[in-house]
């Protein structure tokens, strides 16, 4: 900052000082002026460590999760996605559809027009399209048997013995004052979403979800024939913006691995990120 100081004389010292960097004294000058840069203090403190109780960020969860809106939003909707099978793209899809959002949820998705690619690995073909759909139109706050529960559908009691709340970091964006809190599940769980949240204590709104989980057995896939699915990982992201005093969804992204069984015994490995 720039400032002028009118009243002193030449011959006055001034002392500059702020809290955590080391002060300066200046000797005034006739029609002199200074550029003061002030390095900053050693530490003095030994480290300190503050613990309290988290039960404040249950609090902060359940008032973000009710601060959603009822206003119904239609917009194009914008689809990429891309499959590889044991490392080679076996599928490859862009659409464009009309699209029905409600708040943090997707109510309504209709193709407009589009184009997808499927190609054969070791004479086998990979297709996505209806369950990578289902991603989209997934309800977060209620639990759902083709995806692992989270902490949005859960009420304090439940939300407390099921998940352990931690603030990992706050952050000021814009006007907002944003709270990012890591959600895990009390116990190892292939039912449970690992969960990261991002949210908005100044509207009590929720700005970002991260979900992820890995080996679980809920999930929107099936194979056909006598091929069994193993091992399955899951990650979403959802991103939020604030219209007004509502929000809505802005990006959905996704991925997921799986590895199967096939006829002739030999395990497949598949890719998806869109």
């Not at 044991?86 to 027009?113: H, P």
């Not at 769980?189 to 992820?212: A, C, G, P, V, Y």
Request: aromatic share 12%; proline share 4%.
């Amino acid at each position: 900052c720039a400032l002028v100081l009118p009243e002193n004389k030449p011959g006055d010292t001034l002392q500059i000082s702020y809290i955590g960097y080391q002060s300066q004294k200046k000797v005034v000058q006739a029609s002199a002026s200074w550029t003061i840069a002030l390095r900053p203090s050693p530490p003095t403190l030994d480290e300190v460590v503050i613990t309290t109780d988290n039960d404040y960020l249950y609090d902060l969860l359940l008032k973000a999760k009710r601060n959603g809106t009822d206003e119904i939003v239609k917009a194009k909707t914008y689809f990429f996605l891309e499959t590889y099978l044991d490392g080679q793209m076996s599928e490859l899809i862009e659409a464009y559809y009309n699209g029905q959002y409600e708040g943090y949820k997707v109510t309504d998705l209709n193709i407009k027009k589009g184009r997808i690619g499927v190609k054969s690995v070791n004479q086998k073909y990979f297709v996505s399209t209806e369950s990578s759909k289902i991603f989209l139109l997934h309800n977060i706050f209620l639990s759902d048997p083709l995806f692992p529960d989270n902490p949005l559908i859960f009420g304090r009691k439940k939300l407390k013995k099921s998940y352990d709340l931690s603030l990992e970091e706050i952050f000021m964006e814009g006007e907002s004052r944003i709270y990012i809190i890591d959600c895990v599940p009390r116990e190892a769980s292939k039912e449970l979403f690992t969960t990261r949240l991002w949210l908005d204590m100044t509207h009590e709104q929720i700005r970002k979800i991260n979900f992820r989980v890995n080996q679980t057995y809920r999930h929107p896939f099936d194979l056909l024939g006598d091929e069994k699915i193993g091992h399955v990982s899951m990650n979403i992201t959802r991103n939020y913006q604030r219209t007004g005093e509502n929000v809505n969804l802005e990006t959905i992204d996704f991925s997921y691995d799986l590895t199967y069984m096939g006829r002739e015994g030999m395990q497949n490995a598949a890719r998806t990120t869109a």
